[in-house]
């Protein structure tokens, strides 16, 4: 039997497939061409660097003000949120509907270029994705092969180092729209005079189309041709559906009137602040409200236009809004493009001298510590401080007055006593608190003086120290931005102290209210203070409600006075206008009295708590614990002789024919005063003249001359110094030395006068007829002869 054999047929031995050669051949070429790439992104890496057009932008994100970029370009940054979607969706249609979907170039569209223009001999289709045109925009270069894979390698990069939405927002930013204007947001802005979110169909369009074409479609010399490239566009989108047939309609219809526009110039001095506080912030989104803005603007501009017949050339507006601490409204000037007057000169933060408008603090400062309450009698009559005699603005004197009348009316001798009382050294460093920067530097030359404007102050820091008041004595620093937090507040003053100067700067009667203001339309509540600098250089007027403080300058940059400068009649007129038109429908709602604030029953002679002498009352508001509680002494009970013609002390008092009576407490100022405007009083009868005993208190108070000072005579002209003291009440008679020497016997209010016949130290003495003494020292010198 034949066995047969069976074998296996021979097999070559297994091979990588045709598919495994592909699969690898193409993960070493993807793999090299990643080593590549990565090799010359780090050999020429993306740098992207836009130099942007500085934006000051309103508080409703419009823009008020725009500066060139440093290469003079209008390319304003567009931020994702203003993208319009319209205006997205029609470029995406027009220049790359598969832009979310390609790696940053279209390998179908680059072949259809290729062979389209290979086959015609010229380039008669692009291939160009947005990506692309972005890198072409960041790295121009003359258009060649060579060029064009270099933007296709630096489009991979900007796909690799930014997301889809980030390379469509650099191409907003940078797509020509002719001239040296780049970027969507700067054509809206000076095309259109709008946001880019504002824009319509027809304006996204028009804006989508432009940069096709950028030197032969013109905006405002050549929109005839643009609205024809338009419509036809308008009709690609209503065949590929793409917006709404009625908004298609509409858009065609649409005119193009726009022109090239110059940037909004709203707020110069503003923007011009915050641009160089922000030098490098593309958009500074500030809190300023546009309408506000504009209505301070035009109300400060027609104002002023009254006011140039008398010389009066510039004003300057802060508006505050106290609940934010922003700054709502901000005028340097009423006119930026006045050169002649200074109209570019920023007068929000010119140092300039304040008059009067520190007084309110200073009285509130001293609520604080327990000086005075508005109730408090004062002694407003001539004063003498080491030579400085301050006077009130009308050059007249009141007496016995009210702190609360006193800052009513504004009188500057009794802001210089309480100021004196309470230390000037004492005052500074509570204005520098507040923010008083010149104040601040100048500390160490600073005196009584400063009350009444012996100081530099700025209207911002006046207008932001006035604020304090409407928000209970807590100070906080401006808010500029919108991205400003809220800074930690300063208590500047109890809410006590503010709430009683809010009640005091809110009576209407009182003389800086402006004349006929009673007959206008409408009186704004507010608590409002005027001042009035020296030699009628600068009239104030700050005001404030529970909404906003506001703050008024006018005057001249150039430091020239005018006669009819003040803060009555120059400065509030322009602050009530502002009111009524900013917040004329502001509730009538006010301050309410908060917790530590008391009140209690005064003697209205004195403004002290009534004692039982006291028979005339009225209730006063105090600090419990803080303001002092001394019982009213305006009078004192004197033992007389039967007849009333001899007063006796307890050394003298017989044991009969004496009664005991109340005399007028007068301090020795008041009578002075009394005398010399001949206004009658109540004398104390004469002491008697057999007491022994000599008294020290209420001696005399030398006031002229002045203790201390050096005073240089004319040899040759034969002056002679004035000799006056102030006396208390029982004072009949004075007896006047020099040098130890009798020179005279005078009546209290009686003025001597002597003649110096050599220089040199003199000892000035004043004796009553108590045998109370007070000496003085001077120094005298010649000149001339």
Not at 596 to 624: A, M, Q, W
């Amino acid at each position: 039997m034949q066995l047969l054999t069976l074998r296996k047929p021979f097999r070559k031995p297994h091979l990588p497939g045709r598919r495994a050669k592909v699969a690898l051949v193409l993960l070493l070429l993807l793999l090299g061409c990643s080593l590549s790439f990565a090799l010359l992104n780090f050999l020429f890496p993306l740098q992207v660097q836009l130099a942007y057009s500085p934006v000051i932008t309103a508080s409703d994100g419009s823009v008020i003000n725009a500066f060139l970029s440093p290469d003079d370009k209008w390319r304003m940054q567009l931020e994702q949120e203003e993208v319009n979607p319209v205006l997205k969706k029609a470029v995406l249609l027009k220049e790359d509907r598969y832009f979310y979907y390609h790696p940053g170039l279209n390998p179908v569209a680059l072949v259809r270029a290729f062979l389209n223009n290979t086959i015609r001999g010229k380039t008669t289709s692009g291939a160009s994705t947005i990506t692309m045109q972005v890198a072409r925009l960041l790295y121009p270069k003359e258009r060649t092969y060579w060029h064009k894979l270099t933007e296709l390698y630096r489009a991979l990069q900007l796909e690799w180092h930014y997301s889809k939405d980030e390379i469509l927002l650099l191409y907003f930013n940078l797509v020509p729209f002719g001239g040296n204007i780049e970027g969507v947001k700067a054509a809206s802005v000076l095309y259109f005079h709008q946001s880019p979110k504002q824009l319509s169909l027809a304006q996204a369009v028009t804006l989508a189309v432009i940069p096709n074409k950028p030197s032969s479609l013109r905006i405002g010399v050549q929109n005839q041709r643009i609205v024809a490239f338009r419509n036809k566009w308008l009709e690609y989108y209503r065949q590929e559906q793409a917006f709404p047939e009625r908004e298609i309609e509409d858009a065609l219809a649409e005119p193009l009137e726009a022109t090239r526009q110059e940037a909004p110039r709203v707020a110069p001095h503003f923007a011009y602040r915050m641009h160089r506080q922000y030098r490098h912030q593309a958009i500074i989104n500030t809190t300023l409200n546009r309408q506000a803005q504009e209505k301070v603007e035009k109300l400060a501009y027609n104002y002023l236009q009254q006011l140039r017949h008398k010389n009066i050339h510039n004003a300057s507006v802060l508006v505050l809004n106290n609940q934010t601490h922003a700054v709502e409204a901000y005028l340097g000037s009423a006119d930026f493009t006045d050169a002649a007057h200074g109209g570019q000169v920023d007068g929000v933060r010119a140092i300039r001298s304040p008059g009067s408008t520190l007084k309110p603090y200073l009285y509130a400062t001293a609520f604080d510590v327990g000086l005075i309450t508005p109730k408090t009698v004062i002694n407003d009559v001539p004063i003498d401080y080491a030579g400085y005699r301050p006077e009130n603005y009308f050059g007249n004197y009141s007496g016995n007055i009210t702190i609360e009348q006193a800052l009513a009316t504004s009188l500057n001798v009794p802001a210089v006593k309480v100021l004196d009382e309470l230390e000037v050294h004492r005052f500074i460093r509570k204005l520098s608190q507040a923010g008083f920067s010149q104040i601040r530097k100048e500390s160490s030359q600073l005196g009584l003086s400063l009350i009444l404007g012996g100081c530099g102050v700025k209207l911002e820091e006046l207008t932001n120290l006035f604020s304090t008041f409407a928000n209970q004595g807590r100070h906080t620093p401006i808010r500029w931005l919108q991205s400003d937090t809220s800074a930690a507040q300063t208590p500047l003053v109890s809410p006590a102290a503010a709430y009683m100067v809010n009640q005091i700067l809110t009576q209407l009667k009182r003389p800086d209210l402006p004349h006929n203001a009673h007959n206008s339309a409408r009186l704004p509540k507010i608590a409002w203070k005027t001042g009035t600098s020296y030699g009628r250089k600068d009239a104030w007027s700050i005001g404030y409600n529970k909404k906003y403080t506001i703050g008024v300058w006018v005057g001249n940059f150039s430091g020239e006075g005018v006669p009819e400068l003040n803060g009555t009649d120059s400065a509030t007129p322009l602050l009530f206008d502002l009111f009524n038109t900013i917040d004329y429908d502001s509730p009538e709602t006010w301050f309410t009295a908060p917790k530590g604030l008391s009140y209690r029953s005064v003697c209205v002679e004195s403004g002290k708590p009534v004692n039982s002498f006291c028979t005339s009352h009225t209730t006063d508001t105090y600090i419990p614990g803080i303001s002092a509680v001394a019982k009213c002494t305006h009078l004192k009970r004197v033992a007389v002789s039967a007849d009333g013609k001899m007063a006796y002390c307890t050394s003298c008092q017989p044991n009969a024919g004496f009664e005991e009576k109340w005399y007028p407490n007068y301090a020795p100022e008041i009578l002075t005063f009394f005398d010399s405007e001949h206004i009658p009083y109540q004398q104390l009868p004469l002491h008697n003249p057999a007491c022994s005993r000599i008294f020290q208190e209420f001696a005399p108070v030398i006031t002229s001359p002045t203790a201390e000072m050096e005073y240089i005579l004319e040899r040759n002209e034969h002056q002679q110094l004035m000799l006056h003291a102030n006396t208390h009440n029982e004072v009949k008679q004075v007896y006047w030395y020099i040098n130890n020497k009798f020179l005279k016997a005078a009546s209290p209010t009686e003025k001597i006068f002597f003649e110096p016949e050599k220089a040199g130290h003199f000892k000035i003495s004043c004796t009553d007829d108590q045998g109370r003494n007070t000496d003085s020292h001077i120094t005298i010198r010649f000149i001339g002869g």
